[in-house]
Nanobody, 117 residues
Framework: QGQLVESGGGLVQAGGSLRLSCAAS????????MAWYRQILGKERESVAL???????KYADSVKGRFTISRDNAKNTLYLQMNNLKPEDTGVYYC???????????WGQGTQVTVSS
């Protein structure tokens, strides 16, 4: 297992943009995919964007066309570019990995994203 540290959150007005980063430390050899999740107040954590080794991506319907997931393998860093943010995007954003045996790493502290109307 490894460690995940998210950063880049903040307060932004509706229509604005943020770029989240997730620094992963640990063995990456068994990682099959990386993903961003978010937890909105009062709701369960949900998957937002997935990036599979090889480049395939999958997005939640609510963020399609607005969010872009990417990864810098040399830096072991995952990114989430968020454009045209909406108040309903407010929440704590987390990243995680999916290993070849379908395990995940311990959750990091997340990064708070607040979108004002």
């Amino acid at each position: 297992q490894g460690q995940l540290v998210e950063s880049g959150g903040g307060l932004v007005q509706a229509g604005g943009s943020l770029r989240l980063s997730c620094a992963a430390s640990g063995s990456m050899s068994r990682i099959m995919a990386m993903a961003w999740y978010r937890q909105i107040l009062g709701k369960e954590r949900e998957s937002v964007a997935l990036l599979v080794n090889g480049g395939d991506t999958k997005y939640a319907d609510s963020v399609k066309g607005r969010f872009t997931i990417s990864r810098d393998n040399a830096k072991n860093t995952l990114y989430l570019q968020m454009n045209n943010l909406k108040p309903e995007d407010t929440g704590v954003y987390y990243c995680n990995v999916i290993t070849s045996n379908a395990n995940m790493w311990p959750w990091g502290q997340g990064t708070q994203v607040t979108v004002s109307s």
